[in-house]
């Protein structure tokens, strides 16, 4: 039988979450001590998926900023990300027929020879070379618990079990889950970090804005051979999202056979019929895309929200005894759609504060606070900083959005100098019209228009079906003013197609998930508790 | 007692494809595993050596990178592993596998107590290699094994057959089979991959192992690979209206299973 | 050196990747304008060699003759299994098969019984096509045990030199052949779907489904014999016995190794079956609407010796247990025969049945996806054609 009687393990350094902001933290810190000659720490990163890469999900087009001083020349040229952006088009879709290409692209969209390809790859590559400085890399653990002493700070997690069934009975390989204690943890969950967000909670750490995400839905297209579109980016906005709802699309040739094509719609959407899944794939079907994947079909497909508040969504980052890197921390430039060299920034500047905190062997809560400082410092910062009015305008009009944009990008972030407000994205949505669903829309299927479960299967997302359902509904006499009120809105802004209404009960086929955290913030009732399955389900993103 | 478990590392073969165009694999995108029939046979070694303080030692062929599935199974609790590697093994069938294999049980071990394998690998899908090394080995076979129980010398176990299961005694050493009926693979813990990190993994190779070229790999290959090509694809037959005139389609039902011979 | 199985030509490659392309196993790259193989992951299927348009790319693998002349083994033998006296249906499939590659050898076919009290099963096997029976019937052969049919087996290869041996690939036939095929240093190639005898060399070839049915292989065995092949049941059709066939009888005794192991108990009951491996599954989706209708299939399922599978629906709403479930989170099925009643053919569960051979479906929803995979699918109420179907199926039977 499995041994149940385990010691708590310790470590020095603990990631949670094995994206490229823990990855850049845990890189960035080796590489600083070796050079230094120093003594190195223990660094431990855990890792919820199966594989480093499976939960990570973007576009990418990066912003190759972040690489310089944490990658040699050699390892940016052995990236494998192999395409650079080219050619670069944006258009405004009128409608499912109409679209104008904008004669130039705006300066801040501008992207030219930036690398462009699958973060998940490009993951997979920090890890790697992670491990090879001496970092520990553990996936299928998922941290479900932060542990903090009797004054609160934060001194370790509590891993998941495993082995349990679906009534929450230990199965014959039932494997407790084990503890671990570190001397700082650092938080890098992603967008919507459940560990994250109950500290910031917890912690009162919130930015002065909560935060508001969009939901981002892709998919990887294999298209006929063609060379010489590769590096090929185009970014639209308008159609199919209403003039109201900040949403818009793009599409990356990253190879020559490869297409990625998402779109992302704003999380604080009014209309209760709305489906962004339908709106994806109404965006595949314009003309102005269609051409884009044109003979091709969908072999890859993903989902997960996006962190859109920006700069007044950021919270506090440091904690007694943590620190947050990353998409947790919101650092997410919506303008230009790019966060992975903020994430990347974020993991250095949390590594130079490591670093001099293992130089005075002082972990405290005044010995972290300068993350904080380090990380206004950054590039990444200062970029957030000169948008951060940008999005919220964009939640009243479409127009309005792109005056702030022009009029932010024209003086430097000056202007507008007010704080927008925005709502949180729950608050957003409206009741039924006339108290009635209207006539779902439908779009034709083909090899590039899967329906959603087809969809879902091509994310290669499996959980084992006997374990209890982590997707909690917590309270379901809730569930009936929700069905009567917003028509179980949850059945549609599902990427996943998880929650069913069948004889006015809400079945959850929570093997489905790919958890993108989206019902968790957009549930009008906030009824929905995302909590975390066996570590190692989930999604197989393996290109995305 | 010591224990051999033989795992392979195997691509998830949900997700392996041909290209019905040019007849190539599509591998990208596929993640490798543990042949999830050797996650049961690793099972039964470990619930062994749980019960007995047997001794358990993996043993993989492969190449380089494969020593992740021998990781993965010091983690759940094996005591030590094994890495055949070399050029010499490539495009072994099932007889220069089988043979490979046993010799570098021999060097192992002598007379090891048990030998088990998973039932067959998802990629070969062949069932060969448990028969073909308990023969180079000159052992005992026994396959379809759902549970293990052993006692001095004597093993008593279950075994699923065509039409249900038989109980068999016999005396160790022995080569067994395993199948996923047999009892659920226990998880590897943090800690118990923290401890597989650490441990070394011995490479060998055919001349460590004593094994001639000439039964190595594709030389020692008696069935050769002529051609590979995609299964036919569905797209869909004849197509009836039931609904007028249900007893036609019982009809159209019966002869298609008469054609088959069923019915 | 010739590390790897195929040599490129350097002076004749002309760097038009064609041989890449071809290449199942991605065991070929450019390096620079040459094309190199990566010796580790070639396997030698020559596809590559046929690929290239220059015949750049040659074979160097050395075939091994073995000492005994290749000549000296002659005819086509089937393992013809028996349990407590009785040759299993398998064993007629092979022969119906093997009369037709005996006959496109212009070779003789025999059938091999081991068991005990077996000898009355040589009318049967002359009569399904065997020119000549071999029956070993000894007490020490009863039961079914490894080691034992081993050694008989390989003792009567080892006077009688056959060119080919099938065996049905059921537990029995799928384990000690292996045995079998390794003591005689030999190839065995496992779960057949086809076989025929090529016209210019003679030797049989044998195709089989790998990587759980997503490719193709066809495989030979052209300088070891036997060369042997196992088939699954159901695979290959039986064909009408012809009673006035004439056949030789031969009977062998054997002195044979003592069993290594000795079944102790032995439970057969259906209720134990593994749907994986079944050659007919009758299965139901979320279309049944209640448990008892399960019954039905049930039926029907027995009647036409196959098992019950369901889709996943039926299993999360407790009707069954879940080892009957087939698709993309239970099993993966690959029977003759599947019969889809009330599936809608989501893709997470076709993924787990579309390697079936023949796929039938009735589903009173026309644009329900399964019917895009179905050989034959029926736009129809299930209620009413289930009952109808049982009952001809029943009356064929009598």
């Known amino acids: 039988m499995a041994n149940t009687t385990k010691q708590p393990i310790h470590t020095d350094i603990l990631c949670v979450g094995g994206g490229i902001a823990s990855l850049s933290t845990a890189l960035a810190l080796l590489r600083t001590l070796k050079a230094q000659g120093k003594a190195l720490p223990r660094v431990t990163v855990v890792e919820k998926s199966r594989s480093v890469g499976n939960h990570v999900l973007s576009g990418a087009v990066i912003d190759p900023s972040g690489f310089k001083g944490l990658l040699t020349e050699e390892e940016i040229s052995k990236m494998p990300v192999e395409a650079r952006v080219s050619k670069e088009a944006f258009h405004m879709l009128f409608n499912a027929k109409r679209a104008m290409e904008i004669p130039w692209v705006p300066p801040m969209m501008q992207a030219h020879g930036y690398p462009v390809g699958s973060l998940t790859k490009l993951t997979q590559y920090f890890a790697q070379l992670c491990e090879k400085e001496g970092a520990e890399v553990y996936t299928g653990f998922a941290a479900t618990e932060l542990i903090e002493n009797a004054k609160g700070r934060v001194v370790g997690v509590k891993i998941g079990d495993k082995g349990v069934d679906r009534d929450g009975q230990p199965k014959s390989n039932y494997t407790p889950g084990e503890t671990i204690f570190a001397k700082v943890v650092v938080l890098g969950e992603g967008a919507c970090g459940i560990l994250t967000e109950k500290l910031i909670k917890s912690k009162g750490l919130e930015g002065r804005r909560e935060q508001s995400y969009a939901v981002g839905i892709k998919e990887v297209v294999e298209v006929p051979a063609n060379e010489e579109r590769v590096g090929e980016i185009a970014h639209t906005f308008g159609y199919p999202s209403d003039w109201s709802t900040y949403g818009g699309g793009f599409v990356y040739h990253v190879s020559p056979t490869q297409v990625m094509i998402c779109y992302a719609y704003a999380l604080d959407y009014a209309r209760p019929e709305t489906d962004p899944h339908l709106l994806f794939r109404k965006f595949k079907a314009h003309p102005v895309m269609a051409e884009h994947i044109k003979g091709g079909k969908s072999v890859a497909y993903g989902a997960k929200v996006i962190p859109e508040g920006g700069y007044y969504s950021v919270p506090e980052v440091v904690a007694d005894g943590a620190l947050i890197v990353g998409d947790g921390a919101g650092l997410v430039d919506t303008l230009r759609i790019k966060g992975i060299h903020i994430a990347i920034q974020s993991g250095r500047a949390a590594a130079e504060t490591i670093a001099e905190c293992l130089a005075k062997n002082d972990f405290s809560l005044e010995a972290l606070r300068p993350y904080a400082d380090r990380l206004k410092q950054t590039e990444g910062w200062k970029q957030l900083k000169r948008v951060k009015n940008v999005r919220a305008p964009f939640s009243t009009n479409l127009v309005l959005g792109v005056m702030s944009a022009g009029c932010a990008w024209a003086t430097g972030g000056a202007l507008p100098f007010w704080q927008v407000p925005m709502a949180p994205d729950h608050e957003e949505m409206l009741p039924l019209k006339g108290g009635k669903l209207p006539e779902p829309e439908t779009v034709e299927a083909g090899p590039t228009s899967p329906d959603r479960l087809t969809d879902v299967f091509m994310s290669g997302t499996i959980h084992d079906e006997d374990q209890p359902c982590h997707l909690k509904i917590l309270d379901r006499a809730t569930c009936a003013k929700c069905i009567k009120l917003y028509g179980a809105p949850c059945q549609r802004f599902c990427p996943a197609e998880v929650y069913r209404l069948e004889e006015g009960h809400i079945h959850v086929d929570f093997s489905n998930c790919l958890h993108c955290k989206t019902c968790q913030i957009k549930d009008p009732f906030q009824n929905i508790e995302w909590t975390f399955p066996q570590g190692g389900d989930g999604p197989r993103y393996t290109r995305m | 007692m010591h224990i051999i478990v033989c795992v392979k590392q195997v691509p998830d073969t949900a997700n392996v494809r041909i290209n019905p165009e040019t007849n190539t694999l599509m591998r990208e995108g596929v993640e490798s595993i543990m042949n999830p029939f050797d996650e049961y046979a690793l099972e039964e070694a470990l619930r062994l050596k749980d019960a007995h303080g047997a001794r358990v030692t993996v043993i993989t062929m492969g190449p380089p990178q494969a020593d992740v599935v021998l990781r993965e199974a010091m983690a759940r609790g094996a005591d030590d592993g094994v890495l055949l590697t070399d050029r010499a093994f490539a495009g072994a069938d099932t007889l220069a596998t089988s043979y490979a294999i046993a010799q570098a049980i021999k060097k192992i071990n002598a007379k090891p107590d048990l030998v088990l394998f998973g039932k067959q690998a998802i990629d070969g899908d062949t069932a060969q290699v448990g028969p073909g090394v308990s023969e180079f080995l000159d052992v005992s076979l026994v396959t379809y094994v759902k549970s293990v129980q052993v006692s001095g010398d004597t093993f008593t176990v279950e075994t699923v057959m065509d039409e249900g299961t038989d109980v068999i005694e016999g005396k160790l050493p022995a080569v067994m089979t395993v199948v996923k009926e047999a009892s659920s693979p226990r998880f590897a813990s943090l800690s118990g991959w923290m401890e597989a990190k650490k441990t070394a993994i011995p490479r060998w190779g055919a001349k460590d192992v004593g094994a001639t070229p000439e039964a190595c790999g594709l030389n020692g290959s008696p069935t050769k690979v002529v051609k590979i090509f995609a299964p036919p694809t569905k797209t869909g037959g004849v197509r009836m209206d039931g609904r007028e005139e249900p007893a036609a389609a019982v009809q159209a039902i019966l002869k298609a299973l008469q054609d088959k011979g069923v019915a | ?398």
């Open chain 3, 1 to 398: 050196m010739a590390d790897a199985p195929i040599f490129i030509d350097p002076a004749k490659c002309k760097a038009c990747k064609k041989c890449i392309t071809a290449c199942p196993f991605d065991a070929l790259y450019m390096e620079g304008k040459l094309a190199v193989v990566k010796p580790d992951e070639c396997r030698a299927c020559n596809a590559c060699v046929k690929a290239c348009p220059f015949k750049a790319i040659s074979s160097t693998a050395k075939d091994e003759v073995k000492k005994t002349s290749l000549g000296d083994f002659k005819g086509i033998w089937v393992f013809a299994e028996q349990h407590h006296g009785k040759v299993q249906e398998v064993a007629y499939e092979l022969l119906s098969t093997g009369r037709r590659l005996a006959n496109e050898r212009g070779c003789e076919l025999a059938a091999v019984v081991l068991g005990h009290e077996v000898a009355d099963s040589a009318s049967h096997l002359i009569a399904a096509g065997a020119d000549k029976v071999y029956i070993v019937d000894q007490p020490d052969l009863a039961e079914y045990e490894a080691n034992v049919y081993t050694d008989a087996l390989n003792q009567l290869i080892a006077k009688y030199k056959p060119e080919v041996i099938l065996a049905g690939a059921t537990a029995v036939g799928r384990a000690f052949f292996a045995k079998v095929a390794v003591r005689a240093r030999t190839g065995l190639t496992a779960d057949c779907t086809a076989l025929s005898i090529d016209k210019e060399s003679h030797l049989l070839h044998q195709t089989r489904p790998a990587f759980g049915g997503n490719i193709m292989a066809t495989i030979m065995t052209p300088n070891h014999r036997p060369q042997m092949a196992t088939v699954r049941p159901k695979v290959f059709k039986m064909s009408t016995p012809d009673p006035k066939r004439k056949g030789e009888t031969l009977m062998e005794a054997l002195k044979l190794v003592t069993a290594g192991t000795k079944i102790v108990k032995s439970e057969r009951n259906a209720s134990n079956v593994n749907i994986a491996e079944a050659e007919i599954i009758v299965a139901g989706g979320r279309g049944l609407k209640k448990a008892e209708n399960l019954e039905q299939l049930k039926k029907l399922a027995e009647l036409l010796g196959g098992v019950v599978g369901v889709s996943r629906a039926c299993v999360d709403a407790g009707w069954i247990s879940a080892a009957h479930q087939v698709g993309q989170t239970g099993k993966t099925v690959c029977p003759k025969i599947y019969l889809a009643f009330g599936i809608s053919g989501a893709i997470q569960h076709l993924e787990g049945m579309r390697a079936a051979d023949t796929i039938i479906a009735i589903n009173n929803d026309p644009n329900a996806p399964i019917f895009g995979i179905a050989d034959l699918g029926i736009v129809g109420d299930l209620f009413e054609i289930l009952p109808m179907l049982i009952e001809a199926v029943e009356g064929k039977k009598r």
